[in-house]
């Protein structure tokens, strides 16, 4: 007889199969048996049919095809005998899914097999119909299923349950037929039948309002009582899992009550009693235990407020959290998480061990329990935790330093009780794992250091003892040298001594030196250097005596191959060299910076094109488009998208502090002429006022002309181009000063007022004027009128619009609104589209009336037609 024809035995082709020792030998024979089967259901063999569908399923469980069996299942399931039909039903689970066609052809066979005389046989059509159920036959075989839940024997009521829960699933209209039979199951004394139904009208009330509140009024104490009888059952060996009754029925009813609970009062008192009991008897040392437990704190924070009850399943969280096993402290954790929003003062009496959970080994655990730590911290408890947090930073593993500085530098940043304790707190983050601190947080730690003159001193010295121990940290780094380059004469002075510090004595050379490390260092990258140049230039300003050397350590960058660095090198080494007159201004201290709208755009709440610098367009730190500047005067931009402007208002941003930005500008559309953005540029640079309008063709000539060589820097208010011809030196590019007219503009008004903004407590009008020379460009004198008798004080007014348009807002004559009184402010408007789109704007304001802060905003459509 051929070894695999259709008479071969199961158990041979099994065997057959694992003797192979090769995937082509076990492909081979695979393929040999299924061309026996195709045979054999060629020829109709109804003798050996439901062995085929025996090695068909065996096979399609390795992983090969047998669609070609499928009708054998059905064939099998109309036959009269059980064998037949229980290979057949077997099949159809395997074979099929709900999403085949051919299935439809089944759902006859299972209402005459529901209908049948044979326990059993209707048990296998139960047990198919729970597995592939489709919509379609779920309305059609529903009826069948309902009557069988009273059916006499358990197990076909059991299956039946089991059925119906699938069809509600696919069918949740159908719910309401199951209302009543599911309720009688809650009688029922047998555990397997009473598990089912439960299960059973727990996802009935998930589907029908109208089902939940039958369950609330007339189960719910059956309930409660089911429970509290099992709860307190003796020993019974048939349902026992580790001394405890039926775990997983106590789970069902627990899962049950929950859902009965939530939103209900009264029911919820119904269940109080019995909660508490499981609660505070459940053994804990074993698995089952713990799983009633934590289904039990689930449900007591489900239900409706019962202070006591709450403090207690916390209680059991807690002990959760000292268990040896992994699982278990990871759900406690979650379910601590979901308990905060409902009871915060009780979970934060484990804030011990949830702090302890964070040291674990186990990665899932230390995250989990980092998450839970932020949630917890507040202004009462946040120095003790971040003293903790940063201890373990110092010996935590590489893989979770990332996730652990993050959140120290967000709780310091969010809970800081005073600015001191801030600063020393980020300068040990940033000496333990400055390579993880983002580059907003930093950033955001210089805001705060300018924002506080009394600290400057105090600092700069910490930051000086902290580099010395730890220069592998790029990011202190870059901190402490910008604050050395800014301080410098205080870090020398010794000025600004606390009292809680000790004297230091470090000369200007040792200034100089750690500058000079910083820039030499093997970890520092172009960045770093960058602002390690500034700083020296700074330096140099702040001690003349330095400057020989200082010049000496800029100038070994000339060479350098970081086009970057090579042009500051020179444009600094002829600061430090020719221009000794205005090195004082160009490199003067940098202004304070509004941390609030700092804050505001680090959210990225504050809308892209806004500025409120008082110098040129080009100084605006958000985005809007910047033109190409003239090659020359791009010497003195120092790669900045933002240069420094040290007599600018306090809105100016980061990028203004640092003048340190290496990415490449690119020209946009709608930018302005090349040699007036250079102008800018240059006046934002030396602080020296509004630049008059220059010509285009004058890109190249004597870009800085002033009326007196000997003038003070910060009296200069005009600037023109005088020769078409490009300068004969790089090097010459700050000279050849020399008096020029102011330039006039011819303006003239003839466009309507209009009301831009009108609120209950403020009102702004725009007047126009548009410049005869310049058709694209519009002036705008917006008027803040106070509509209130009180006094808004800090108001701030941002604008931004769209590409199309540039923006440039002046400060205002004022950042205090008197009552009933009114401030002005100008702004330019250039729009590149003249003629061919509207001028529109979107305005925030921002001030305080007594203290509370008031933000409105609004969107400005009704600007006059032609502008």
Request: hydrophobic share 40%; with cysteine; aromatic share 6%.
């Amino acid at each position: 007889m051929n070894p695999f024809s259709s008479g071969t035995r199961l158990s041979d082709m099994i065997r057959a199969i694992r003797a192979s020792k090769t995937a082509a030998e076990e492909r081979a024979v695979v393929r040999k048996e299924c061309a026996a089967i195709r045979a054999s259901i060629n020829e109709n063999d109804q003798d050996y049919r439901h062995r085929d569908l025996a090695k068909l399923m065996f096979i399609h469980m390795l992983g090969y095809p047998t669609h070609f069996g499928q009708m054998e299942c059905l064939k099998l399931i109309a036959s009269p005998g059980f064998p037949e039909k229980r290979i057949g039903y077997l099949g159809l689970m395997l074979l099929l899914d709900e999403r085949q066609e051919v299935l439809m052809l089944v759902t006859n066979s299972l209402k005459q097999d529901l209908n049948h005389t044979n326990q059993y046989i209707v048990g296998l059509a139960l047990c198919a119909l729970g597995n592939i159920c489709s919509a379609e036959m779920a309305r059609d075989l529903a009826p069948e299923v309902e009557r069988l839940l009273q059916f006499r024997d358990p197990n076909i009521r059991k299956k039946a349950a089991l059925c119906a829960i699938r069809i509600i699933r696919k069918v949740p209209d159908l719910s309401e037929n199951f209302i009543n039979p599911s309720a009688a199951l809650l009688k029922e004394k047998h555990h397997g039948v009473l598990i089912t139904g439960v299960h059973l009208c727990t996802e009935i009330c998930k589907v029908s309002s109208e089902a939940l509140e039958y369950f609330r009024k007339k189960c719910t104490e059956g309930l409660v009582k089911t429970l509290r009888d099992i709860a307190n059952s003796p020993y019974s060996p048939e349902y026992d899992v580790a001394g405890i009754t039926d775990p997983f029925l106590h789970i069902r009813l627990l899962k049950l009550l929950r859902v009965l609970g939530q939103g209900d009062a009264e029911a919820s008192d119904c269940m109080n009693d019995i909660l508490a009991q499981v609660a505070s008897k459940t053994e804990s040392n074993k698995n089952a235990g713990n799983a009633i437990l934590y289904e039990c704190v689930q449900t007591i924070m489900s239900i409706e407020e019962n202070g006591g009850l709450r403090v207690l399943a916390i209680n059991i969280l807690g002990k959760f959290l000292s268990n040896r096993d992994n699982n278990i402290r990871y759900v406690a954790l979650n379910m601590l998480m979901r308990s905060l929003t409902v009871d915060s003062q009780a979970v934060q009496r484990h804030r011990a061990t949830i702090l302890e959970c964070v040291k674990d080994s186990d990665a899932s655990i230390q995250k989990r329990a980092l998450e839970l730590i932020y949630l917890l911290v507040n202004e009462n408890n946040v120095k003790p935790l971040a003293k903790e947090l940063i201890e373990y930073l110092e010996v935590s593993e590489q893989d979770f330093k990332g996730d652990l500085t993050a959140k120290i530098c967000s709780i310091v940043e969010k809970f800081a009780p005073e600015k001191i304790w801030y600063i020393d707190q980020m300068l040990k983050v940033l000496s333990e794992a400055g390579t993880y601190v983002k580059e907003d947080v930093w950033h955001a730690l210089i805001v705060v250091i300018t924002n506080a003159p009394d600290l400057h001193g105090y600092t700069v010295r910490a930051l000086y003892r902290a580099l010395h121990t730890s220069f592998e940290q790029e990011t202190l780094v870059r901190v402490a040298i910008w604050c050395i380059g800014e301080y410098a004469d205080l870090l020398v002075n010794n000025a600004g001594m606390l009292d809680l510090e000790d004297p230091i004595t470090v000369t200007e050379s040792d200034a100089v030196d750690v500058v000079e490390t910083a820039i030499k260092h093997h970890t520092s990258d172009v960045t770093t250097k960058a602002m390690s140049l500034i700083a020296l230039l700074k330096i140099s300003s702040r001690f003349p005596s330095c400057s020989e050397r200082v010049k000496s350590i800029i100038g070994q960058n000339k060479g350098s191959f970081v086009l970057e660095l090579q042009q500051r090198s020179l444009e600094f080494s002829s600061v430090i060299q020719k221009h000794q007159n205005i090195r004082s201004a160009l490199v003067e201290r940098m202004p304070v910076l509004d941390e609030a709208t700092f804050s505001g755009r680090r959210a990225g709440s504050l809308p892209a094109a806004v500025s409120t610098s008082g110098k040129s367009p080009l100084s605006i730190p958000n985005g809007v488009a910047k033109a190409a500047p003239a090659p020359l005067v791009d010497l003195l931009d120092l790669g900045s998208n933002d240069t420094p402007a040290p007599t600018s208002s306090s809105n100016n941003f980061l990028q203004d502090l640092l003048g340190v930005d290496l990415t490449q500008p690119s020209a946009q559309p709608g930018a302005m002429q090349p040699s007036k953005a250079g102008a800018d540029i240059l006046m934002d640079l030396l602080s020296i006022g509004t630049p008059a309008p220059v010509q285009n063709g004058s890109a190249n000539g004597d870009l800085l002309s002033i009326q007196d060589n000997n003038a003070p820097i910060a009296s200069m208010n005009t600037i023109s181009s005088t020769s078409p011809t490009a300068p004969s030196s790089m090097m010459d590019l700050l000279d050849g000063f020399g008096p020029t007219p102011p330039k006039s503009e011819d303006k003239s008004a003839a466009y309507p007022s209009i009301v831009a903004f009108e609120s209950s407590s403020l009102k702004i009008e725009f007047n126009f004027t548009k410049q005869s020379k310049n058709p694209q460009t519009i002036d705008i004198v917006a008027n803040f009128i106070n509509l209130t008798p009180s006094v808004y004080t800090d108001f701030l007014f941002q604008a931004a619009v769209p590409k199309f348009l540039q923006l440039h807002l002046d400060p205002a004559s004022s950042n205090s609104l008197p009552a009933n009184g009114n401030i002005k402010q100008t702004m330019r408007v250039t729009n590149s589209q003249q003629g061919k789109k509207p001028i529109v704007m979107r305005m925030r304001v921002a001030y305080k009336i007594n203290g509370k802060d008031v933000l409105e905003e609004g969107q400005i459509n009704n600007f006059p037609r032609g502008l």
